[in-house]
């Protein structure tokens, strides 16, 4: 669940055509993390940057993809609020209902 949530991140802040920067530290930390190279593609190793955009590690204090780490639910909506406020004409959020255990969906 945490590497499709990266993979849906990076695709979202790409598809935005947010000009990229790399992040020289997560590019060697996924080529670390990643098994094998035939893992790895372009849009993998990379995280984009705009400025005034929270990336997931300023939010969540941990890049994606990192291993032994899980995203919940409540964290991944804090992040794409986060995004919602910066990028306000881009990303929004809505609540549709609520879970049993008293959280939003």
Do not use: N
């Amino acid at each position: 669940m945490k590497i499709v949530t990266g993979f849906v991140i990076l695709f979202l802040l790409a598809g935005f055509g947010i000009q990229a920067q790399e992040l020289a530290e997560f590019r060697t930390l996924v080529k670390t993390w990643t098994t094998k190279p035939e893992f790895l593609s372009p849009l993998v190793d990379h995280l984009p940057l705009k400025s005034g955009v929270p990336t997931p590690r300023e939010v969540l204090g941990y890049f994606i993809g990192e291993p032994k780490k899980l995203t919940y639910t409540a964290d991944q909506q804090r992040f794409f609020r986060q995004l919602e406020k910066a990028l306000p004409e881009r990303v929004r959020t809505m609540t549709i209902g609520k879970v049993k255990k008293g959280g939003t969906f």
